[in-house]
């Protein structure tokens, strides 16, 4: 048995303590809104937050998590920064086939949550790890430069 914080709830989940954080996520605790993409931290497309911070679930065993707090997409729109986030994802039309986009808004969250008004080199380096195979690059750094207006 492992006990999880995730998105404000601890529950406990009966799973072996090396399983992947991305593997409870989706497949035990239903929450699908996070990809599984390479699998082996290259992508980002896993990317969640533990304790604010971006973090590949892909590759993170549950029993690395601890009692740290985990949130997943489905609850990035809590409070105010993922809410604007969110807003201009739409706003700019973002999304193109959309698989990498929960943790493309995942990293992009966590970076305005350190920096309220990133520099382009800032947004690079928080982003380098979330690769889009549709080239949304342009619109996603438009989208965290409008957010960070907000
Ligand atoms: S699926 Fe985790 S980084 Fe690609
Ligand atoms: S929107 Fe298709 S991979 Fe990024």
Same mark, same amino acid.
């Given at each position: 048995m492992v006990d999880l914080n995730i998105n404000g709830e601890i !529950?406990?989940? /009966?799973?072996? /303590? /090396?399983? %992947? *954080?991305?593997?409870? *996520? !989706? @497949?035990?605790? +239903?929450?699908v809104g996070t990809k599984f993409g390479c699998g082996i931290a290259q992508c980002g497309a896993c990317?969640?937050?533990? @304790? +604010?911070r971006p973090a590949r679930s892909c590759v993170m065993s549950v029993s690395a998590v601890g009692n740290r707090q985990i949130r997943t997409i489905e609850a990035i729109g809590r409070d105010p920064v993922g809410q604007g986030v969110q807003k201009a994802w739409v706003d700019l039309d973002v999304v193109q086939c959309g698989y990498c986009q929960s943790g493309q808004i995942m990293s992009a969250v966590a970076l305005l949550n350190v920096k309220r008004? %990133?520099? @382009?080199? @800032?947004i690079d380096a928080a982003m380098a790890g979330n690769v889009c195979r549709c080239g949304t690059y342009p619109r996603i750094r438009a989208a965290i430069k409008t957010a960070s207006k907000v």
């Open positions: !529950r406990s989940y /009966d799973v072996p /303590d /090396d399983m %992947p *954080l991305l593997w409870v *996520l !989706r @497949d035990v605790a +239903g929450l990317t969640v937050h533990v @304790d +604010g008004e %990133p520099s @382009d080199a @800032d």
